[in-house]
């Protein structure tokens, strides 16, 4: 794979540790999980990697500052806010959803950074980014968009050098099953898959978005990635494996399945995933196990893509000790 330029925000290699008590509690394979939840950068997840790349690309740009959106507890925004600081950039987030007097967890979090939050309508986020994009660029400040998610092939291309990083780790899964939302991880894997030629079958659990619109998002940004990257793949959407009977009660939403889970990695491994991404694609991980969709003698990875922050908002703290 072509190298791409980086700036270092994050830590990694991340840790592979066994989760033996929960792999027994299930009796079904081995579990393993991917730490990306240690990937620093203001308490970590997956879109450390993909910034080192983005952030690269926005220094290419002689950016002034950096831009993006999200939701209001949006792990992307909080994670862009930081990296904006540390290269010396000043940040603007559109989030989705009121001005609060009470910001909690990621909020918090972007205010400690002193990000400029626009809060908009979720039908005018796309509209309102766009102004503001072209109000900081008429008023001279080099703004640089960071895409959705970082969800572009230059943010991507950070999870296809994820799988040499796992080969040198020494465990080949049998599967890799993570939660799949904007596409840029799960698309970046399969690029770096084909590309490492691994026989690892990669398992998105969509968290917000039907199979086919997520498959279809995933096979044309893996198609760019790899043109990006070098790799002489395309990929159909019919390549993707992505599963998305776990939407519950929609975007971040926390259901029952979800509670389970996230109690369920705490009481036995002494791990935290989140109430939005990890927690509902280890809910349907466990479902899977429980159905007997894996085969006793595979390996499974589930990759932890962080989150864990938003932990500690109230809708969602309360719910968790019940
Ligand atoms: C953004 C995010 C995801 C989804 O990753 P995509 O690359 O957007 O599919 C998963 N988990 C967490 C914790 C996230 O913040």
């Known amino acids: ?16 540790e066994p989760l033996p008590a929960l792999s027994a509690a ?35 740009h002689n950016a002034g500052m950096l831009i993006t ?3 209001v507890q949006s792990n992307h925004c909080r994670q862009t806010a930081a990296a904006a600081r540390r ?47 072209a109000a900081k660029h008429a008023a001279n400040r080099r703004p640089f968009l960071i895409p959705y998610g970082g969800s572009s092939p230059t943010g991507a291309a950070a999870y296809s050098y994820a799988m040499p990083e796992l080969a040198k780790q020494k465990l080949a899964p ?31 659990i969509s968290v917000d978005e039907p199979a086919k619109i997520l498959a279809d998002r995933v096979a044309s940004l893996a198609t760019e990635t790899a043109a990006l ?6 990929f159909k959407a019919k390549d993707i494996r992505v599963n998305a009977d776990y939407l519950g009660g929609g975007y971040a939403e926390m ?11 705490a ?32 390996t499974v990875l589930f990759w932890h893509t962080g989150g864990t922050p938003a932990l500690f908002a109230d809708k969602y703290r309360t719910a968790l000790l019940d």
């Open 69 to 71: 959106a999200g939701a």
């Open 1 to 16: 794979m072509k190298k791409l330029a980086r700036i270092a925000l994050g830590h990694t290699p991340t840790p592979i």
């Open 255 to 265: 259901g029952r399945p979800e509670q389970e889970a996230i109690q369920l990695f």
């Open 26 to 60: 299930l009796g079904g394979p081995s579990l393993f999980v991917k730490r990306d939840d240690l990937t620093g950068l203001a308490f970590g997840g997956n879109k450390t990697r993909k910034l080192e790349y983005l952030a690269a690309e926005a220094r290419a």
């Open 229 to 234: 990257l070098g790799v002489e793949n395309r």
């Open 174 to 204: 049998d599967w890799i099953v993570f939660a799949s939302s904007s596409g840029g991880t799960q698309a970046g894997l399969v690029v770096g898959a084909a590309a490492t030629e691994s026989r690892t079958k990669i398992l998105g």
């Open 87 to 133: 290269l010396g950039l000043d940040c603007t987030l559109v989030l989705v959803g009121k001005p609060t007097l009470h910001p909690e967890a990621n909020t918090y979090l972007d205010m400690l950074f002193n990000a400029e939050i626009i809060w908009v309508k979720p039908e005018k986020r796309d509209l309102r980014l766009k102004e503001v994009f």
């Open 267 to 298: 009481r036995h491994e002494g791990l935290l995933l989140d109430p939005v991404y990890t927690g509902r694609a280890a809910a349907g991980l466990v479902d899977l196990i429980r159905k007997g969709f894996f085969k006793k003698k595979d």
